[in-house]
């Protein structure tokens, strides 16, 4: 049955190259199967892209349908069942970030996306904070053992004053065509070197320190500046201080995971620190001054007469301060009445001559 390949990708016969480029990219993301989509429909996008892509092959299909690309046809040769594209280049660069999709398929990269360095591995550790040193901030020396660059050769590989030359393998060019067999057909892709890594180039001699490797595998001490106001189970990240993959390569990202302990007295709101005061009955009916703790200390809180119970205090910029945008949370004291547990003949005697005057 003759395939509609402008329904296909929903244009019109009067598309121009980039709406029907467009069309395509949103319609393969949508359809990927690695994403949910329909293995068949994402299929039949690829093959009318594949004509409607190509001039020539657009207007062959113009003239005489999708019957021009069947078996025995004698023009490009869709002969595997849905379509095959045998003997076709596919240039992934012109589809941006969908070459990555069809490289996460095929198992490849290509085009400049495959010259970008290899990234070592990211690393996650964790520190222990007390709360007030979540509220101003915190040093810490930590020690890894991870790959780094080889001391001696910098992590080139290559051994000091050794002579660059440049690579036999993809003769200097950085990449090394790839001929890969799909259920599309056979691709060609051009993928990085694995002699030079992309680099074009080498050294005549490795490294005798790394074996050319150019990773030592060693233990550093690193000290890790932590900002006031980091919440229990955020990350400071120092970039290139993850594992070093090799020649040619590109450190990863450390990642120190926060966690904070709790405090006796305090707890955190967003940018507020939350503590609870209390005051003797009396201080509350007749007003007076506190004692209270705040993470610079001992403080005085101020108590209005005829204060009631569960009153919300607030100490402006006293919490935690933003990471982002400056400025500083409040410390806010929810005030009650301090009840004795036991009280003397005196006191009693006081309460019941309250109790009288219905207080």
């Not at 599309?184 to 050294?203: D, L, S, W």
């Not at 007076?288 to 007469?305: A, C, F, N, S, Y």
Request: glycine share 14%; hydrophobic share 30%; with cysteine.
């Amino acid at each position: 049955m003759p395939k509609d390949y402008y329904k296909i990708l929903g244009v019109e016969k009067t598309a121009s190259e980039d709406e029907i480029k467009k069309s395509f990219r949103r319609l393969a993301h949508e359809h990927h199967p690695d994403k949910g989509g329909d293995p068949q429909k994402f299929k039949d996008i690829n093959e009318a892209y594949q004509v409607l892509g190509d001039k020539e092959k657009r207007a062959r299909y113009d003239q005489f349908g999708s019957a021009a690309f069947e078996q025995g046809a004698g023009f490009g040769g869709f002969n595997q069942g849905f379509g095959g594209f045998d003997g076709m280049n596919v240039n992934f660069e012109d589809l941006g970030d969908l070459g990555d999709i069809f490289g996460s398929v095929f198992g490849f990269q290509s085009g400049a996306r495959g010259q970008r360095a290899r990234r070592g591995a990211d690393i996650e550790t964790e520190i222990i904070l007390d709360f007030s040193e979540s509220v101003k901030g915190a040093k810490r020396k930590i020690k890894l053992y991870s790959n780094q660059p080889c001391a001696v050769c910098k992590g080139t590989g290559g051994a000091p004053d050794s002579k660059i030359e440049t690579c036999k393998t993809c003769n200097g060019k950085g990449q090394v065509t790839r001929a890969t067999r799909t259920f599309f057909g056979t691709i060609q892709t051009a993928a990085v070197c694995p002699e030079c890594q992309g680099a074009g180039k080498q050294y005549a001699q490795s490294c005798k320190h790394c074996s050319g490797s150019g990773i030592e595998k060693k233990t550093e001490e690193i000290e890790v500046a932590i900002p006031g106001g980091i919440d229990d189970g955020e990350a400071v990240k120092l970039a290139g201080k993850g594992e070093y993959p090799g020649t040619g390569g590109k450190a990863g990202d450390l990642y120190v995971r926060v966690r904070v302990k709790s405090h006796p007295e305090f707890t955190r709101d967003n940018q507020n620190i939350l503590s609870t005061a209390y005051a003797p009955y009396s201080t509350m009916v007749l007003g007076g001054k506190i004692r209270i703790q705040t993470v610079d200390g001992d403080g005085e809180l101020t108590v209005p007469e005829s204060t009631q119970p569960g009153t919300v205090f607030k100490i402006r910029g006293k919490g935690f301060p933003y990471l982002r945008g400056g400025g500083y949370g409040d410390h806010l004291v929810t005030l009650q009445p301090l009840v004795s547990k036991k009280l003397s003949r005196e006191q009693r005697k006081v309460m019941d001559e309250l109790k009288k005057a219905g207080l």
